[in-house]
């Protein structure tokens, strides 16, 4: 039998289920969920390694596998940068109560062969710096003081909530669902038949080239840039991400 992930479901009607990125857990999502919960259920998973599934240890294909079965209604899947790709190989899955994906500073994987395999041996080393130094707090200051988040405010990290992931947990996330280890989904994504929406800041170059890359890619997809946001686009823009959100869904749930 496979494990349950834990999630957060508040709110009912149609729901959108929220997949966080790495270090997050389902409490880090700050004000964006206040904006989304007065129209739609609003569900909230722990991913593999993470919060309160720490315990859980899953692949990406394997974490989609386990984000399906906590499907009980018709549901818009919101992914994260990790939980961006996870929610993409969700969307590949196409389980019928899939009704849309929005994949926010997300990518399709990396294409080079080597360049795949020097991003997993990183990971891995990563992991095992984790586990030998076992000091988490350390740890998290070092990922958050990272490129990608540089522009979040020291309120907009979250920190006191990332705290409550493991050393445990969060090593075996980067040695199961680090980058280099997606397999390049870029040449399946013609074969994604919900409809798609790609949010990038306007700050995170990289983010918004790979956003631009997949939704041209994907049949049913469109693109939208957060003005003013770096990576994470929900903690710094969370009004804007959050009505570009909330137009996608009312025109799915129509």
């Known amino acids: 039998m496979n494990p349950v992930l834990a999630s957060t479901t508040t709110g009912g009607g149609q729901t959108l289920t929220l997949l966080h990125g790495f270090t997050n857990t389902s409490e ?3 004000p964006f969920v206040d904006l989304l ?3 739609y259920g609003i569900q909230r998973v722990d991913l593999p390694g993470h919060g309160r599934s720490s315990g859980v240890v899953a692949n990406l294909p394997e974490s989609a596998t386990l984000i399906e079965e906590l499907l ?3 549901t818009i899947v919101v992914g994260y940068s990790l939980g961006g790709r996870v929610a993409l190989h969700v969307g590949l899955d196409q389980p019928p109560l ?3 994906l929005v994949l926010i500073g997300a990518t399709a994987g990396i294409e080079n062969n080597d360049e ?8 891995e080393a990563l992991a095992a710096r984790l586990r030998s130094s076992g000091d988490l707090g350390q740890f998290l200051e070092e990922w958050l003081d ?5 522009s979040l405010t020291r309120e907009q990290q979250y920190l ?12 075996s996330s980067l040695e199961q669902c680090g980058t280099g280890t997606q397999e390049p989904l870029w040449l399946r994504l013609a074969d994604l038949e919900v409809p798609t929406l790609v949010l990038a800041g306007t700050r995170d170059a990289k983010f918004t080239e790979l956003g631009q890359k997949m939704a041209a890619a994907i049949p049913a997809a469109k693109f939208q840039a957060i003005e003013g946001a770096g990576h994470a686009v929900h903690l710094e823009r969370p009004k804007e991400t959050a009505e570009a959100i909330l137009r996608f869904a009312t025109a799915i749930f129509a």
């Open 28 to 30: 880090t999502w700050g």
């Open 37 to 39: 919960a007065p129209a």
């Open 72 to 74: 009980t209604e018709p």
């Open 98 to 100: 899939l009704r849309g």
């Open 116 to 123: 795949r395999l020097t991003r997993r041996t990183s990971d």
């Open 146 to 150: 990272g490129p990608l988040f540089t």
């Open 160 to 171: 006191e909530a990332r705290l409550n992931n493991t050393v445990e947990g969060l090593a």
